[in-house]
């Protein structure tokens, strides 16, 4: 069954750092660009950031920009997050997220442009 | 940034009945680009449309999207029990950010 794992999430003090993971399984990782999506409490669904399948590209949302990266690892099959300077905005629940393909790779039809795969997800609570 | 605004911001309906949701951009965005998200309480939000109006793998035919430019639609047919939930439309447009609507909430009358 194709998977997404997350993990890492806790409580965190204001200008403190967490690190994210999420481990992929029964899938190509390599072959799909990934993203980050965040839920804080009681509220809708943001886009955080996302990766290209061999990593090379990265792209965040301005609220995020200078603070938190993203990458990840190939063989491992893993997906990382690491958030710095965490606000108590940054409070949420936090999804792995899977494109349908590799939107970076130089070739995406539109059947690519899709969040198909999603982790259940991973509470980072930042507050003294 | 293209903003994405859902309405309504809830719907009360009964099972059996049929409804239609909105989601308008603030610029227009490739049919594409544009997909929507049934989220239940506790769980991580599932694909239900991509490309506006294609069906993702096992998803009922009484889900159906349409849509064009600044002005997108699900429809649901016939609501099962299981389909009351957030529903929520988001669009890739030709560069990130990345953006979702705020969510219609659907539940029982």
């Known amino acids: 069954e194709v998977q997404l794992v997350e993990s890492g999430g806790g409580l965190v003090k204001p200008g403190g750092s967490l690190r994210l993971s999420c481990v992929a399984s029964e899938f190509s990782f390599s072959s799909y660009s990934m993203n980050w999506v965040r839920q804080a409490p009681g509220k809708g669904l943001e886009w955080v950031s996302a990766?290209?399948?061999?990593?090379?590209?990265?792209y965040y949302a301005d609220s995020v920009k200078g603070r938190f990266t993203i990458s990840r690892d190939n063989p491992k099959n893993s997906l990382y997050l690491q958030m710095n300077s965490l606000r108590a905005e940054d409070t949420a629940v936090y999804y792995c997220v899977r494109d349908r393909g590799d939107l970076y790779s130089g070739y995406a039809p539109s059947y690519y442009y899709a969040l198909d795969v999603w982790g259940q997800g991973t509470t980072v609570t930042v507050s003294s | 940034e293209i903003v994405l605004t859902q309405s309504p911001g809830t719907l009360s309906l009964s099972p059996g009945e049929t409804v239609t949701l909105s989601c308008r951009a603030s610029q227009s965005v490739s049919s594409s680009y544009l997909g929507w998200y049934q989220q239940k309480p506790g769980q991580a939000p599932r694909l239900l449309i991509f490309g506006a109006s294609s069906r993702a793998t096992g998803i009922p035919d009484r889900f159906s999207g349409s849509g064009s430019g600044t002005s997108f639609t699900l429809t649901i047919g016939r609501l099962e029990p299981e389909d009351f939930a957030v529903y929520y439309c988001?669009?890739?447009?030709?560069?990130?950010?990345?953006?979702f609507g705020q969510g219609t909430k659907l539940e029982i009358k």
């Open positions: 990766i290209s399948g061999s990593g090379i590209y990265m």
């Open positions: 988001h669009q890739y447009g030709t560069s990130p950010p990345y953006t």
